[in-house]
């Protein structure tokens, strides 16, 4: 009866490659006979090596690609359609026709170069982004086994089904043509060569566990959306010689702030009622990040409405300094703020018009215009 890989990985057919490599990192933690008591090694070991066997085949796209079509293991006897018509390897139809043109077997092997790069976010506050701050990052990841290369053995036999060549011959009829088509064994995807004893390290696995801790620098004044890249640090996969990077993006944490950021730019808002506006007055922040005990602005006599004031450094750090601090000014004024004003209006009425003579309703509606 032909394997079930996917059910072996416990997942549902069809899965992509990296829901498949993370519930093999999963169950291979689960089911490592030296994870489990002596009462559940024989059946952890079973349950291992299913793993392994589902895993090597799984993630490899063209053995993957076989075992989908033809429900079969590469170099499985009955695999493809009835009448002597299955294939030991995977078809293609280009490599038929280029025997023609010295064409051949296409060996594989891992891809020169990185795999995919795995990226992660840091939240960070107002303050680690002011003054700069260091993290430790622990890292979970697999690596190669060092003893066997990432190989899953200690030593290889020549593959039984293509007696070492790594390719295989195959007779195809297509209606009244007879042709011989000559593609890589399955069995030993093209290399010649077959597994031999396990390796005890990693358990044929062909990986460890290789934790490792990052040191994360943040320098002041970075912003949220930069990257930090440690080269090469990821884990193995299979099918690439190298690891990919680790990829940290910088991002703004969840915190209540009185400001906020616009690259150097800090922006903040204060509300004042009337008598403050005309008085002039102070807004004090307690959470400036360069500020610990508090920030103490000052507010002009006679600021306007939804007036913005600047202030020069005391924004976040960029390269030449410090940048801007914007506040928005809100003016709120209530009844009896602007009842005291009518009262009162020859004393205030230069404050706010010409000094020619208006009526007294006329300055009220022009001062509750200018204020609200």
């Known amino acids: 009866m032909p394997k079930d890989l996917y059910g072996a990985l416990e997942l549902q057919r069809g899965a992509d490659p990296s829901e498949i490599r993370k ?21 952890a070991e079973e349950k291992f090596k299913a793993i392994s066997e589902a895993y090597e085949v799984l993630s490899d796209d063209e053995k993957k690609s076989y075992y989908d079509q033809t429900g079969q293991l590469p170099g499985e006897a009955g695999g493809g359609g009835g009448g002597g018509g299955g294939m030991p390897f995977p078809f293609d139809m280009n490599q038929m026709f280029g025997m023609f043109g010295g064409g051949g077997p296409r060996p ?4 020169p170069g990185k795999a995919p790069s795995r990226k992660t976010q840091i939240p960070l506050s107002l303050k680690d982004f002011y003054y700069g701050r260091t993290l430790q990052i622990n890292l979970e990841r697999n690596r190669f086994c060092i003893d066997c290369k990432g190989e ?16 295989r011959r195959q007779i195809i009829q297509m209606g009244p043509m007879i042709m011989e088509n000559t593609g890589p064994c399955g069995r030993c995807a093209g290399s010649g060569k077959g597994k031999g004893d396990p390796c005890a390290p990693c358990g044929g696995s062909k990986f460890i566990k290789r934790d490792k801790i990052l040191q994360l620098v943040i320098k002041k004044g970075m912003k949220p959306g930069d990257t ?35 690259v150097g730019l800090l922006k903040a808002t204060a509300t004042i009622c009337l008598g403050e506006s005309l ?24 600021v306007q409405n939804k007036s913005v004031l600047v202030f020069n450094g005391l924004g976040m750090p960029i390269d030449s300094g410090f940048g801007e601090l914007h506040l928005t000014v809100l003016v709120k004024t209530s009844k009896e703020e602007l009842d005291v004003l009518k009262n009162n209006l020859p004393y205030f009425q230069g404050l706010f018009v010409r ?5 007294g309703e006329k300055a009220v509606s022009f ?4 204020f609200h």
């Open 152 to 167: 899953g053995c200690i030593n290889t036999v020549s593959c039984g089904d293509c007696g070492g060549q790594g390719v």
């Open 279 to 302: 008085c002039g007055s102070k807004a004090i922040f307690s959470d400036h990040p360069g500020y610990p005990d508090g920030l103490v602005l000052d507010i002009p006599i006679g």
């Open 23 to 43: 519930q093999y990192l999963k169950l291979s933690r689960l089911y490592h006979p030296d994870k489990v008591s002596n009462d559940q090694k024989a059946a």
């Open 108 to 111: 594989r092997g891992r891809h």
């Open 367 to 370: 001062v509750a215009q200018r």
């Open 355 to 359: 000094p020619e003579k208006v009526s």
């Open 228 to 262: 930090v890249v440690f080269s090469g640090e990821s884990s193995h996969i299979e099918g690439f010689q190298e690891a990919g990077d680790v990829i940290v993006e910088l991002q703004t944490a969840d915190e209540e702030s009185s400001f906020v950021r616009d």
